[in-house]
């Protein structure tokens, strides 16, 4: 029953077997995090966890599938870390990528395996971890051949094709060894089968037969504490790598093997291979700490498909407990992937070990083997499907808590003693006695379990009725979703009966359709012809019935005609016979009015004659008249052009006089204007002198101003000159005091260093003599804490006053500097306020003497605007005698202008009466000519 201890190795004391190595419930930093090239780590964050790693490892073709060309679907990118299914038959087209933490392809080495995925992890296992890797996948793809290797040990050398396991032995080993470290390892290896455990570290004596029967099934147990733990299984304490290699190859022995059609050594149970290693560490202070790290090395039994492996009878069972412990793996996973509120450990004993190992506190990496096979497609996407889910599984890894040896040799002391009365009490009665405490305890423990398990059970009735119900339930609906299902068929076919029928009607209906739309339009066609035809023939009649009509009317017009003519001809011979007459008549009056006319063209030229004397007799007349006014009009021209003449003459004059008086006022202004510009030159010379002054004042005043400010540049630069010295004083006061605070700082820690040294030593002492005088030793040792504490107290005062003075100096050399920087202070105010006052000064004298110009320039001002009004008013006087001098001027040329104006009118209105008698002469000479006319014209119309 209980575990017995084997060999004692490394000095080091095995802890109970029931001391699974536990996380400590306070976080721990990952102290590998650094250097591990493990992507868990990287991922690592307490409270979200770290996923489990899952690796795939694709074996290659073996011997029979080359031989046999059997085609490849499985492609690996071990870069991109892929792997694809790619399969194209017939119209089945499968096409999947899935990507994993590291892809292994079928040239990979054992080595790069394990360099790559597991060393790292064999380094965490050594800082304080517990780790489990495990590989899964279907029968024959190098699940064994991946965890242990494909051949043994041989000569005492180190196989190329070694596994995990012993190249994680053999690493565990070189690391201990490299680092001189004292250490204890122990291991397990236990073996799943049927849902039974047994130990295949088992001594010989309780496993020589070698039928199954014969091995011990061990149980499985509750800690109590939430993990479960072995009961009885053998932990070998081991101190070389050779010899976990016999203990390996003895249990690897003893692991049930078959040999199916897919596997001819088919491990048909789970194997777990357990590393714990106990390492011992000194602290800074000299203490003994335990660290303890765990390795889960796991092969599981392959997923099959139990007809294609060719398990039969017996290997079917096994098959069967195989899947169903692995199914409940699956379901394990897909809980804690989904994050469902229960996770279903208890089902199987495979997922109660491996409990911790998902989605607790262990570190876990998955290789999942597959195989490139077509034949084993399905299960390879079925493997693939598994490990992608278990991606995403998230543990929360800690480190196992450090224990003082002290600590754990007083929990081994007590166990002993607790073993050797449960030994004296066996030894004393007949039969299996316990001390009465543990006795008791075990009995509440039992109480307990038989509680929960009552409980249990009546949860497992209500589920099983539940279930039952459910089961029920499923039935009538699967019934009725058979009756159902066949109904449907019947109404699918009868749906396709109708709606095949229906097509075929619809068929008919459209070929009807289109004759009756054929015929239809040719009737309509027919009927419009008829009718075209109808009216064409009403047309026809109406037009015949015209023609008739007009054909009479002919008739009866050409009639009318012949009797028109008829009429005609008679009185075209009548107008004939009259016509002949009238021109007889009209011969006989021609002639005799030709013969008038001659006679009277005779009289018409002797008239005519007559009147051209008289008429030049009156034109003669005409023109004696008319040279007489000429000679009229030429005297009275002849006056006027007189008269022009004198005005012109008069006007000259008068231009004359106002040019020689504009001259004479233009010169008198010239000589005006010519005073007043010399005026005025002076006066701008004045002021342009007044200027130059000002200006040569203002440049004196700017060079002072100029110097002013470079004093006060100069007093400013000395001014910050001593305030940076006063800074840089300070920081060196400062980093001084820091130092001096640095200083106190690491004598204080040394001091409560040795304090804390000095009181574990007295504590640690005082214990060993309390053992033998506690009481007396106790007064003793509290007057030593006391005077240790006084002691380290004093010391702490002293450094304390000490650090005070130092501080006090600090302050001092600081207020001295203070007080030299208020002095220089001092000085550079003075040294300001004395050139503030001078710079005042002399911007005062500038400001009078401006002042000064500036009435200067005020006066000049004022004589000049007095100069200005003189001139103004010589200017007015002259320009009043000007206008009275234009007035009298313009006076007297009006005046002559009016009287020739006079004489002007005069000469025209004699001249306009001598105009009106001529006229009125011609007039009347050409009314007498009109009258003679007129005459003639009577008395040529009289004849
Ligand atoms: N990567 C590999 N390289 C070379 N040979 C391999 C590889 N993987 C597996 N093999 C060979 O394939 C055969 C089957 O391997 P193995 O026994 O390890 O399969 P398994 O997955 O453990 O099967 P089972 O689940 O039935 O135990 C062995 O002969 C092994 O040597």
Redesign the pocket.
Known sequence: MEATQRRLGGGMVPVSPSQTPRSSDKPVRDLRSADSNSNSHSKYDKDKGVNVQVLV????L?EDETRLHTPVVISCNEGRREVSAVQNIANKQIDRTFAFDKVFG?N?Q?KELYDQAVSPIVYEVLEGYNCTIF?Y????????????G?ARKKNGEFPS?AGVIPRAVKQIFDILEAQNAEYNMKVTFLELYNEEITDLLAPEETSKFIDDKSRKPIALMEDGKGGVFVRGLEEEIVCTANEIYKILEKGSAKRR?AE?L???????SHSIFSITIHIKECTPEGEEMIKCGKLNLV????S?NISRSGAREGRAREAGEINKSLLTLGRVINALVEHSGHVPYRDSKLTRLLRDSLGGKTKTCIIA?ISPSIHCLEETLSTLDYAHRAKNIKNKPEINQKMMKSAMIKDLYSEIDRLKQEVYAAREKNGIYIPRDRYLHEEAEKKAMTEKIERMELEAESKDKQLVELQELYNSQQLLTDELSVKLEKTEKSLEETEQSLFDLEERHKQANATIKEKEFLILNLLKSEKALVERAIELRAELENAASDVSNLFSKIERKDKIEEGNRILIQKFQSQLAQQLEVLHKTVSASVMHQEQQLKDMEEDMQSFVSTKAEATEDLRQRVGKLKNMYGSGIKALDDLAEELKVNNQLTYDDLKSEVAKHSSALEDLFKGIALEADSLLNDLQSSLHKQEANLTAYAHQQREAHARAVETTRAVSKITVNFFETIDRHASSLTQIVEEAQLVNDQKLCELEKKFEECTAYEEKQLLEKVAEMLASSNARKKQLVQMAVNDLRESANCRTSKLRQEALTMQDSTSSVKAEWRVHMEKTESNYHEDTSAVESGKRDLVEVLQICLNKAKVGSQQWRKAQESLLSLEKRNAASVDTIVRGGMEANHALRARFSSAVSTTLEDAGTANKDINSSIDCQYCVISMHHHCCLGR
């Open positions: 490892r694709c074996r290659p073996n079928p990979s054992q590989a996948g279907q029968t024959g793809t190098g699940k064994t051949y991946t965890m242990e494909g094709d093997t199916t897919l596997n001819k050594q088919s491990s048909r092969d599981l039994a392959g099959e083997t």
